[in-house]
T-cell receptor
Framework: GAVVSQHPSRVICKSGTSVKIECRSL??????MFWYRQFPKQSLMLMAT?????????EQGVEKDKFLINHASLTLSTLTVTSAHPEDSSFYIC???????????FGQGTRLTVV | KQEVTQIPAALSVPEGENLVLNCSFT??????LQWFRQDPGKGLTSLLL?????REQTSGRLNASLDKSSGRSTLYIAASQPGDSATYLC??????????FGPGTRLSVLP
């Protein structure tokens, strides 16, 4: 199956700094990518839908100015957590849709810890 | 290394039937197991989350069970409806290893 690479898998950063997470589709073009996060003991929740060449669509309650999403190419979407705070510590995962195919492929996830 | 499989890969049933979707995982040291639904072109919708200490969770017509010792989880859908048609994914959340998703079961409920 298609491969989605997410980097880094783990990151620890200081409060107030920004962290960028990359999501790459390695062997297919992804017109749509999704970003999710999961807090401890909670379900995975959709944060935003990213379409190549256009602005991301954010779910209710997700701050678009804090979680910057860029989908500048058909194989790369980035999520930047700006001015990170300890409450942003979470598990972030991306998935990518291969064209009109209904199947989504997931990255490995990124565990972010803000200290 | 955790591996997650789902059976069947695809399922087509008439409206009103009760059905069971199966999920198997190889490493029982999971933090939790989750069931998701994915509609065409859309993101995941979380259905049920079962913590490692729990055996089942229920939400409306959905019931998910977890048997860690045998490495299995099932999703039971009662009185299926055409609106239930989607791909259903299970995912094992391992301690320190992040998520491992199953390949999914494509469900079609025919009117």
């Amino acid at each position: 199956g298609a491969v989605v690479s997410q980097h880094p898998s783990r990151v620890i950063c200081k409060s107030g700094t920004s962290v960028k997470i990359e999501c790459r589709s390695l062997d297919f073009q992804a017109t749509t990518m999704f970003w999710y996060r999961q807090f401890p003991k909670q379900s995975l929740m959709l944060m935003a839908t990213s379409n190549e060449g256009s602005k991301a669509t954010y779910e209710q309650g997700v701050e678009k100015d804090k979680f910057l999403i860029n989908h500048a190419s058909l194989t790369l979407s980035t999520l930047t957590v700006t001015s990170a705070h300890p409450e942003d510590s979470s598990f972030y995962i991306c998935s990518a849709l291969q064209g009109s195919n209904t199947e989504a492929f997931f990255g490995q996830g990124t565990r972010l810890t803000v200290v | 290394k955790q591996e997650v499989t789902q059976i069947p890969a695809a399922l087509s049933v008439p409206e009103g039937e009760n059905l069971v979707l199966n999920c198997s995982f190889t490493d029982s040291a999971i933090y939790n197991l989750q069931w998701f639904r994915q509609d065409p072109g859309k993101g995941l919708t979380s259905l049920l989350l079962i913590q490692s200490s729990q055996r089942e969770q229920t939400s409306g017509r959905l019931n998910a069970s977890l048997d860690k010792s045998s490495g299995r989880s099932t999703l039971y859908i009662a009185a299926s409806q055409p609106g239930d048609s989607a791909t259903y994914l299970c995912a094992a959340d391992n301690y320190g290893q992040n998520f491992v998703f199953g390949p999914g079961t494509r469900l079609s409920v025919l009117p």
